[in-house]
């Protein structure tokens, strides 16, 4: 139950995030309400109840593995949060565009959308990869993350250029260098759930292979002294 939550939760930010990332180059109301929203209504109370029944289950006498899996689902949601309240973030960016008529550059708004499009592949990606206890999905994050800490970089020195050229207005400067910081962070968190989703996986197959050579060894007959 608690794992399904986290997934629905995490499916949500991601939603979330693009919406966030389309209203700030569109500059579209009703994705901004959406997103608002959405955190509101959906993550924020889903985060609380999530929490609440997790701190339950920990009192209880539960095995090592079941401790270690609500630790997990715990820190996981921490992260899910925190990309839900980053999304609000980019949204109100968007906003901020709108009442101050901030214009971006071609350039620019391509570049934001390309940026965006891989953070937004990355941490759907560590979604799935929970949601299906896949190794080689997580693996795949792990990749992206580094795909998207090369594209930040480029995406950043071509701002920087642009500033020098005079072709960038010092709001949309600010505007748009914290929507890549975040940008950035939302694709470290995907990498947390990856990193996460790989440890558990490794940690379970060795819990496994343990207990197959206890019994193996339980069943070895001792040979007469």
Do not use: W
């Amino acid at each position: 139950e608690a794992a399904r939550e986290l997934i629905r939760v995490g499916q949500i930010t991601a939603e979330m995030v693009a919406d966030g990332c389309q209203a700030l180059v569109d500059l579209d109301t009703e994705r901004i309400r959406r997103v608002v929203s959405r955190e509101q209504e959906q993550v924020d109370p889903i985060d609380k109840e999530l929490t609440r029944f997790i701190n339950l289950l920990m009192n209880r006498d539960l095995t090592r593995a079941q401790q270690q899996r609500c630790f997990q689902i715990k820190n996981l949601l921490i992260d899910i949060e925190r990309i839900g309240d980053m999304a609000e973030d980019i949204a109100g960016f968007a906003q901020e565009r709108i009442d101050n008529n901030v214009a971006f550059t071609p350039a620019a708004i391509e570049d934001l959308q390309a940026v965006s499009r891989q953070a937004h592949e990355t941490y759907l990606l560590a979604i799935e990869s929970f949601a299906e206890s896949d190794a080689e999905k997580a693996l795949r994050v792990c990749r992206l993350e580094g795909d998207f800490d090369r594209l930040y970089e480029r995406t950043r020195q071509a701002h920087i250029r642009r500033l020098e050229a005079g072709g960038c207005q010092a709001q949309a400067d600010v505007i748009f260098t914290e929507t890549l910081r975040i940008l950035e962070r939302i694709s470290d968190h995907a990498d947390n759930l990856a990193v996460s989703v790989s440890r558990s996986l490794a940690e379970r197959q060795a819990a496994r292979f343990s207990g197959r050579l206890r019994r193996g060894l339980r069943r070895t007959p001792v040979p007469p002294a």
